[in-house]
């Protein structure tokens, strides 16, 4: 993957039917703001608009384009909950699940508060199901759908039977799966963009083509790009697997994981009655997994493969479509019109990594996958946490995190032999 920065948006259906083709300056010169965001991906997006709303006075700096980086690529998909969730839990000395479940619903509440508040045309549709690829993925499952019951969840959750999900998803190939309709999916590009004009409107300002390449810390640190600096009383660095800032306290814990999606060519009404009718995202439960949904205009987006190399495959194609072929014999044949990649920031503990490196300067990266809510979540706790409010932040900030020394390099290749371990255990009845 070329990390070369300025880019412009990779080559995917997002950046193909992104709805603004709205471009921000380039940081020259000097300026001056209450919180100063490295990155403008979801984090970034995110923390600009809760604070903005609040009355601060915003500037993000983004190295290519508001959008650019995983948040304008994945796989859409809207999931309630956070990586290393029982973990975060389990670090606590209390019991503290009120504020657990809480926060495992938030980021999908902000997404659909915000779509509708800022009328953001993103496709959001609701609907989303887990399926079943070995038997204790099912229990797994019965034990979740009876847990949101007791809790008398608010939305429409059911098991669907191996049969049934032959009528559901238009394949056999699954044991079962378990739907939730307070999930879903939407436009990830289309979102992130129409937050970055939400938060400017409330008086963010926003510089893209402006890599930032130092910090200089201190009482107002200074954030510089080659051509100008903005000095702020706070900094937050959202640049996730993409950014080498400050790698003496970021580094070492979050280590980049390519994944990759193909877009096929839009299905024909047939295929549409067959595959997936009730348009929901569909998401495998094994760690190294397939996850997809239809598009707005009916395409199949389909997702995985994880690789830990830093190199893309040859052909995203190639190696993607056996693996949807497998499960949609019937869509052999269709034109690919998309085929693209991103960076996703693993954690090896899997929990965001959320941390300060000095009482001014805040960082938050690693979801692990599974970061279009939990980003949003995240920009609410950076915001309070900069407001004086630190609890959930906290509760983050204390986990202890493996960090492993050596860079990058020698850190993937343990993050591959530990994938290796979980694709030997998503084989596990
Ligand atoms: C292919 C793929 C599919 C995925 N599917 C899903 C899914 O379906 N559901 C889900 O919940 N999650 C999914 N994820 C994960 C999710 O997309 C991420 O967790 C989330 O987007 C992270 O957002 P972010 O803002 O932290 O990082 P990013 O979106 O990566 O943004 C980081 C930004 O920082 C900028 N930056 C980096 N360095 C600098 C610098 N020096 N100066 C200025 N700017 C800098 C980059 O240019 C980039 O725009 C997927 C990820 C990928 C890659």
């Known amino acids: 993957m070329n990390t070369q920065f300025p880019q412009p948006h990779t080559g995917s259906y997002y950046a193909a039917t992104a709805n603004s083709k709205e471009e921000y300056p380039v940081l020259e ?160 590009l289309n979102l992130c963009q129409g937050e970055a004009t939400a938060a400017v409107e409330q008086g963010a300002k926003i510089f893209e083509q402006s890599p930032v390449i130092r910090i200089e810390h201190g009482n107002r640190p200074k954030v510089f790009t080659d051509k100008g600096y903005v000095e702020s009383n706070f900094v937050i660095l959202a640049g996730n697997a993409y950014h080498m800032l400050e790698k003496r306290y970021t580094g070492g814990v979050v280590f980049p994981a390519g994944s990759y999606i193909i877009a096929t060519e839009p299905l024909s009404e047939e295929l549409q009655k067959e595959i997936v009718p009730a348009d929901m995202a569909v998401c495998e439960m094994n760690h190294v997994l397939n996850y997809y949904r239809l598009s707005a205009d009916k395409r199949m987006l389909f997702g995985g493969r994880c690789n830990y190399s830093g190199r893309d495959p040859a052909s995203i194609k190639d190696s993607m479509l056996p693996r949807m072929l497998e499960i949609y014999p019937q869509l052999k044949g269709l034109k690919i019109d998309y085929e693209w990649g991103g960076k996703i920031g693993i954690v090896i503990n899997r929990v965001p990594h959320l941390g300060q490196i000095s009482n001014n300067i805040y960082f938050a990266q690693g979801y692990s996958g599974h970061g279009v809510n939990v980003t949003h979540l995240v920009g609410q706790i950076l915001a309070d946490a900069i407001s004086g409010t630190s609890e959930r932040f906290d509760i983050f900030a204390k986990v202890k995190h493996h960090r492993i020394p050596g860079g990058r390099v020698v850190g993937n290749n343990l993050v591959a032999l530990g994938m290796l371990y979980f694709r030997m255990l998503d084989l596990l009845p």
């Open 29 to 188: 010169g000097a300026e001056d703001c209450d919180v100063c965001i490295v990155g403008g991906g979801f984090t970034g997006i995110s923390s600009a608009l809760e604070l903005t709303e609040r009355g601060y006075k915003v500037v993000v700096v983004e190295a290519n384009r508001v959008s650019w980086g995983a948040s304008g690529r994945n796989g859409g998909q809207l999931i309630g909950g956070i990586s290393g969730e029982s973990k975060l839990h389990k670090a606590q000395g209390k019991d503290m699940s009120d504020l657990f479940w809480d926060m495992h619903w938030a980021g999908n509440e902000i997404v659909k508060s915000r779509v509708e508040k800022y009328k953001i045309d993103c496709d959001l549709k609701s609907g989303y199901i887990d399926v079943a690829t070995r038997p204790r993925h099912i229990r797994e499952l019965e034990e979740y759908c009876e847990e949101l019951q007791k809790k008398q969840f608010p939305f429409e959750t059911r098991m669907v039977t191996k049969e049934a999900c032959v009528n559901e998803l238009g394949t056999d190939h699954y044991l079962g799966g378990m739907v939730n309709m307070a999930n879903g999916h939407l436009h990830p």
